[in-house]
C-alpha cells in the first residue's frame, strides 16, 4: 500500500486487503424509513371516493411528484397468472382510464378476466391509493378522440409497435418506427384497430397514510347497494 502526504486512499489497497462488500440482502434488509408526515381519520375523507383521490391527486400535483398520474395496472388470465405494469392515468370520471395496445399481455388478460387492481404509490407523501374493480373497454369515439391528443411520434409508436410480441433486436424496432413515419409522411396517423382504452370503476378504494411505528392509517371504501361505506383496516 502506498501512502501519499500521510494519507492513504481504497485505491492504494491491495485487492485482498479491500473491505468487503455487504451483501444485497443485508443491505435490503437494513432499509428502514419511518413515516412523520401526518395521519388519516375518517373525518378527512371526503364523503365520495373519487372525490377523495382527487384531492389526493391535487396534493401529488401541487408537491411536483414525477408522474403523479403513473399507476400500477395488475391483472390475470383465466387460469389466475398475475402480472403487473406501469401505464399512465389519462382521465378520471366515475373510474380509471387509461390506453393502450389491445393485443398486449395486460389487453389479453383484460378480455380473460375483467377484475383488475391499480395502486399509486406516491412515497415522497408517504401515500398511496389502492383501486379494485372491473375494467371496461372504451367506445372507439372516445379512444379516437384521446389518440389525437398524442403526440405524433407516440401516434407512430402505436402503430409501429407490436406490443407485448417478441421482437428480433432494437434496430428491428427503430425500423418499424421509421417506417411507419414514412408511411404517414403528409398525413395524419390512423388510429390503430388494435389501440385502445379501458375505464376501471371501482369497487373498492383504499387510502393509505404512513404513521410511525408502522402503524400506519388505511381507510377504504367499500361499494354497496346503499352507497360507499367505510371501513378502518389494521396496518
Given at each position: ?57 391535487n ?17 390475470a388470465?383465466?387460469?389466475?397468472h ?10 378520471l ?11 398486449s ?27 379494485e ?9 372516445e ?21 407485448s ?71
Amino acid at each position: 500500500m502506498s501512502c501519499q502526504g500521510g494519507e492513504a486512499r481504497l485505491s492504494d489497497v491491495e485487492p485482498d486487503e479491500q473491505p468487503a462488500r455487504a451483501e444485497p440482502g443485508a443491505l435490503i434488509a437494513a432499509l428502514r424509513h419511518e413515516y412523520s408526515l401526518g395521519g388519516l381519520d375518517v373525518a378527512d375523507l371526503a364523503p365520495d371516493p373519487m372525490m377523495m383521490f382527487g384531492r389526493w391527486l391535487n396534493d401529488a400535483l401541487e408537491a411536483e411528484l414525477h408522474e403523479p398520474n403513473a399507476m400500477v395496472v395488475a391483472t390475470a388470465d383465466a387460469q389466475g397468472h398475475p402480472s403487473a405494469r406501469m401505464v399512465l392515468l389519462k382521465a378520471l370520471d366515475d373510474g380509471f382510464v387509461f390506453f393502450t395496445n389491445r393485443g398486449s399481455r395486460k389487453g389479453h388478460e383484460l378480455e380473460e378476466n375483467a377484475a383488475c387492481a391499480l395502486l399509486f404509490p406516491w412515497h415522497p407523501l408517504e401515500r398511496q391509493v389502492r383501486v379494485e374493480g372491473d375494467a371496461t373497454l372504451l367506445g372507439r369515439d372516445e379512444v379516437e378522440r384521446y389518440f389525437r391528443t398524442r403526440p405524433r411520434g407516440a401516434q407512430l409508436g402505436a402503430v409501429a409497435s407490436l406490443q407485448s410480441q417478441p421482437v428480433g433486436s432494437r434496430a428491428e424496432l427503430d425500423a418499424a418506427h421509421l417506417a411507419a413515419e414514412a408511411q404517414y409522411a403528409d398525413r395524419e396517423v390512423p388510429v390503430p384497430a388494435h389501440w385502445g382504452g379501458y375505464r376501471v370503476v371501482p369497487e373498492s378504494i383504499e387510502f393509505w397514510q404512513g404513521r410511525a411505528d408502522r402503524m400506519h392509517d388505511r381507510l377504504v371504501y367499500l361499494r354497496s347497494e346503499a352507497g360507499w361505506t367505510i371501513q378502518r383496516l389494521a396496518p
